[in-house]
């Protein structure tokens, strides 16, 4: 290893920890904070926000914005349905412990996939000891836990380190309620680091494509099939031309990626539908290619019978590789390299907070969680010894960008 004395020493003290970092991974991991459960959610937070008060950071609860209300939520409501009282939005919490020099923002979140309900409610040993499984394991409370273990390991050792550490609870359904604090965020520092897992081989990504959202509504006139059906207009016929032009917009050599689903439609097969609806999801890796879609996606709304109506959110901007973003990758290389560690780099057509926060003018780097593989899953698994591993660069490479 090539560190300085401190470095060696706060590398000792996380690898003393060892045995609290699993732990602390098996505590929460066993806390349900998936599909917006409040209980859990507002638990973990409370917790990482005591800590991080014990080292002396400042708090602050930032009340979440709504989202728009057509948005894609894991049900299909009833096609008549009015909007009822919107969920309340959870809040955002950033925890500031500033100093001189530059400042250093970690981001990570607090929601995971997985149903509070499932019986993939822990975190469950292998048994070579090398590998977990849990949910959120990876994705990503494997990296809440190292980052909270770094920055204590910083103040045990006496390093000094200007850093903010933000936890929201909704990036796994795009950051809608914390964009604005994540923008906010992004504008107080100069680097940010978000705690998204490694990718498969352990790599950085360095670029991510961006990401959004659409709803294709179709509006027409209700009849009887056997009595009337001239007189109805269909909305499921409207519904199909609309997918079909929203799908002829995916041109994959050029990254532009358009899914469609899921659908609805029509109450019975014997009722012309007079409504239809279809949500879906696009990729692109530039701003000219989500102009390009979202230019494409509009020009399909019509008016008239039957009508057809279009919504958009762009809300995660592609994030390319900016020479910002190349040489604060090349100085996480370097940490793992001295480190004894390898860091290879790579692009992802996946998305995250680091997409926002980069948007809005912050060079971040977003997979220096914990190593793993089945996100999404109920196989989601993590790599037992890149607790320590992983925790050992985040702090060294907070150490050097806050120390230059």
């Not at 990482?48 to 894609?72: H, M, Q, Y």
């Not at 032009?245 to 097969?269: F, H, K, Y």
């Not at 020009?299 to 994030?319: M, Q």
């Amino acid at each position: 290893m090539n560190l300085s004395s401190i470095e060696q020493r706060v590398c000792q003290a996380l690898q003393s920890r060892r045995a609290a970092l699993l732990d602390d991974l098996r505590l929460h991991v066993g806390i349900p904070t998936g599909l917006g459960h409040r209980p859990g959610l507002d638990e973990t937070r409370e917790r990482f926000a005591a800590r991080l008060a014990a080292l002396g950071a400042k708090s602050e609860l930032i009340p979440g914005d709504p989202k728009p209300t057509w948005l894609w939520s894991g049900t299909i409501p009833p096609i008549d349905a009015t909007e009822s009282s919107p969920a309340v939005a959870p809040p955002t919490l950033i925890a500031r412990r500033p100093t001189t020099g530059p400042r250093v923002l970690i981001a990570g979140h607090l929601d995971t996939v997985h149903d509070p309900a499932s019986p993939f409610n822990k975190l469950k040993l292998n048994p070579n000891g090398l590998t977990a499984t849990g949910p959120g394991c990876v994705d990503m409370k494997g990296g809440l836990v190292i980052a909270m273990a770094a920055l204590e390991a910083l103040e045990e050792i006496g390093v000094r380190a200007s850093w903010s550490f933000l936890l929201n609870s909704d990036e796994e359904t795009g950051s809608y309620h914390s964009d604005r604090a994540l923008a906010a965020a992004a504008r107080e520092h100069d680097f940010g680091l978000a705690l998204e897992p490694a990718m498969s081989k352990g790599e950085l990504a360095i670029a991510r494509g961006g990401s959004g959202q659409f709803m294709l509504d179709a509006f027409g006139k209700a009849a009887h099939v056997g009595r009337d059906f001239t007189a109805g207009v269909s909305a499921v016929a409207a519904l199909a031309s609309g997918i079909s032009a929203a799908a002829a917009l995916s041109d994959p050599d050029a990254g532009l990626c358009v899914n469609v689903g899921p659908l609805q439609g029509g109450p019975a097969t014997n009722v012309v539908p007079d409504r239809a609806r279809a949500w879906g999801n696009v990729r692109f890796p530039t701003p000219d290619g989500a102009a390009k879609l979202q230019s494409g996606l509009r020009a399909i709304a019509r008016d008239g019978l039957p009508r057809l109506a279009v919504e958009t959110s762009f809300n995660r901007p592609a994030k390319p590789t900016t020479p910002a973003v190349e040489a604060l990758a090349l100085r996480a290389r370097a940490v793992a390299e001295d480190l004894d560690q390898s860091l290879p780099f790579a692009a992802t057509g996946g998305v995250c907070d680091g997409n926002q926060l980069q948007t809005a003018g912050l060079p971040t780097i977003d997979t220096l969680g914990v190593r793993g593989g089945g996100l999404h899953t109920p196989d989601e698994w993590i790599e037992l010894p890149s607790l320590v591993q992983r925790a050992q660069l985040l702090a060294v490479l907070v150490m050097r960008l806050a120390n230059p």
